[in-house]
Structures are given as structure tokens and as C-alpha cells.
Nanobody, 126 residues
Framework: QVQLAESGGGSMQAGGSLRLSCTAS????????IGWFRQAPGKEREFVAAISWSGQSTHYADSVKGRFTISRDNRKNTVHLQMNSLKPGDSAVYYC???????????????????WGQGTHVTISA
């Protein structure tokens, strides 16, 4: 089985930056698509960003577009989510998810991914 571990969460003032990382217990992450999702208390889990296995295709939720950047380093089995210009509305538990990709992928759908991390907390204060 694949294990995912998120890191980099914490507390930050609005306007600041955080860099989240997702590391997989795999020999190689190169064939896996990776998505980031977040869930705030009392709210549904929502899509944040995703990256295809090749890194050629990235997708972002409208709420984070222009502020967040997803990237991957397959040699280190790690995907990063650089979060800039943070807002209080970004506060949530952030999860990374993975699934082996062959052709297309449903990047924004939680049901498509079959591996999930435990989440890392992000708290943004005004």
C-alpha cells in the first residue's frame, strides 16, 4: 500500500506564505497524479490543486488560482503546494491524495483518488 504524509502546516498571518509537502512511501511517484484538498470545520472537503503524473498538467480551484502553486519532485517522491498571499478563508486541514494515472484523471473529485494522507492543519489569522 501507498502511504502519504503531509507536512508544512502551521499558523500564519494573513498575507504570509506556507509551503506544504506530500511525501509518498513509494519507490517512484512518477506514475501518480496528486491532488490537494482541504476541509474546514463544518464544511465539505473541497478541491484545491492537482498535478498530473508528468507534471505537464496542473489545475487549481478558483479560490486559490494565482496564489497557490503545485509542483512535484518525482526523484524525492514529493509534491509541494506553495501557498502565498494567504487569507483567513484558507484555514483548513489540508490533505494530499494520490492515484496511479494512465490517461486522463478526474483531478477535482475526491472519489477518484485511492490514497490519502492524514492531513496537516493550516490556520491563517487576520
Amino acid at each position: 500500500q501507498v502511504q502519504l504524509a503531509e507536512s508544512g502546516g502551521g499558523s500564519m498571518q494573513a498575507g504570509g506564505s506556507l509551503r506544504l509537502s506530500c511525501t509518498a512511501s513509494l519507490y517512484s511517484l512518477s506514475s501518480y497524479a496528486i491532488g490537494w484538498f482541504r476541509q474546514a470545520p463544518g464544511k465539505e472537503r473541497e478541491f484545491v490543486a492537482a498535478i498530473s503524473w508528468s507534471g505537464q498538467s496542473t489545475h487549481y480551484a478558483d479560490s486559490v488560482k494565482g496564489r497557490f502553486t503545485i509542483s512535484r519532485d518525482n526523484r524525492k517522491n514529493t509534491v509541494h503546494l506553495q501557498m502565498n498571499s494567504l487569507k483567513p478563508g484558507d484555514s483548513a486541514v489540508y490533505y494530499c491524495a494520490a492515484r496511479q494515472q494512465y490517461d486522463g484523471y478526474w483531478y477535482g473529485e475526491t472519489y477518484w483518488y485511492n490514497y490519502w494522507g492524514q492531513g496537516t492543519h493550516v490556520t491563517i489569522s487576520a
